[in-house]
C-alpha cells in the first residue's frame, strides 16, 4: 500500500526537522571540539616552553651547545603535535562556516520548502574515503600547512631562533 499525499508530506517535513536538528547539533560539536583543541594548543604550548626553558637552563649552566641543539628537537616535536591539533581545528571551523553559509543561502531556503531536500554531510568523511575533497581541505590537509601559520608557528619559530642562536654562542666560548 502506497502512502498518502499527507503522509508523504508529514514524512518530508519529519525528515526536513531531522536534518535541521542534525546540522544543529553538529554545529554544536564542532564547535565544542573547535574550543577543546584551542585549549589543548595552548597547554602544548605551555609545555613546549616549560621543557624548553629547563633544557636552556642547563645548557647555560654547563656552557653546553649540545643540550641547546636538543631543546630545538625538543620543540620540533611540540611544534609537530600542535600543527597536528591546528590542521583539525582549522577543518572543524571551514565546516562550521560552510554549514552557517549553507543555512544563510538560498538553497536552503529552497531546500526548507521542498519539505526535505537538505543534503547530508560527511564530516567524518565515512562516505568520502578515496575520493575528491574540496580545494581548502587538500590545502589544509598537509601536516606542512600550519606549520607556518602565525597562531602556530610563531612561538616555535620564535624558540628555535633562540635556541640556535645560544648554540652558537656556547660554541665560540
Given at each position: 500500500m502506497s502512502p498518502t499525499v499527507p503522509e508523504t508530506i508529514a514524512a518530508r517535513l519529519a525528515n526536513a526537522a531531522f536534518r535541521l536538528d542534525w546540522l544543529e547539533k553538529e554545529v554544536h560539536l564542532l564547535e565544542e571540539k573547535i574550543r577543546f583543541l584551542d585549549d589543548l594548543s595552548f597547554k602544548v604550548k605551555g609545555w613546549a616552553v616549560t621543557v624548553w626553558s629547563g633544557i636552556v637552563t642547563v645548557a647555560v649552566t654547563r656552557h653546553d651547545w649540545r643540550l641547546a641543539c636538543i631543546s630545538v628537537v625538543g620543540l620540533l616535536a611540540f611544534f609537530l603535535t600542535d600543527a597536528s591539533y591546528k590542521r583539525y581545528q582549522i577543518c572543524f571551523i571551514q565546516r562550521t562556516r560552510d554549514i552557517m553559509q549553507f543555512l544563510n543561502d538560498e538553497?536552503?531556503?529552497?531546500?526548507?520548502?521542498?519539505?526535505?531536500?537538505?543534503?547530508?554531510?560527511?564530516?567524518?568523511?565515512?562516505?568520502?574515503?578515496?575520493?575528491?575533497?574540496?580545494?581548502?581541505?587538500?590545502?589544509?590537509?598537509?601536516?606542512?600547512?600550519?606549520?607556518?601559520?602565525?597562531?602556530?608557528?610563531?612561538?616555535?619559530?620564535g624558540l628555535i631562533v633562540v635556541s640556535a642562536t645560544l648554540a652558537a654562542m656556547l660554541r665560540l666560548w
Amino acid at each position: 500500500m502506497s502512502p498518502t499525499v499527507p503522509e508523504t508530506i508529514a514524512a518530508r517535513l519529519a525528515n526536513a526537522a531531522f536534518r535541521l536538528d542534525w546540522l544543529e547539533k553538529e554545529v554544536h560539536l564542532l564547535e565544542e571540539k573547535i574550543r577543546f583543541l584551542d585549549d589543548l594548543s595552548f597547554k602544548v604550548k605551555g609545555w613546549a616552553v616549560t621543557v624548553w626553558s629547563g633544557i636552556v637552563t642547563v645548557a647555560v649552566t654547563r656552557h653546553d651547545w649540545r643540550l641547546a641543539c636538543i631543546s630545538v628537537v625538543g620543540l620540533l616535536a611540540f611544534f609537530l603535535t600542535d600543527a597536528s591539533y591546528k590542521r583539525y581545528q582549522i577543518c572543524f571551523i571551514q565546516r562550521t562556516r560552510d554549514i552557517m553559509q549553507f543555512l544563510n543561502d538560498e538553497t536552503f531556503r529552497a531546500a526548507w520548502e521542498k519539505q526535505g531536500g537538505f543534503p547530508i554531510y560527511d564530516l567524518l568523511n565515512i562516505h568520502t574515503q578515496g575520493q575528491q575533497h574540496d580545494p581548502l581541505a587538500q590545502h589544509w590537509g598537509s601536516l606542512l600547512r600550519p606549520l607556518f601559520k602565525a597562531s602556530v608557528g610563531l612561538v616555535y619559530w620564535g624558540l628555535i631562533v633562540v635556541s640556535a642562536t645560544l648554540a652558537a654562542m656556547l660554541r665560540l666560548w
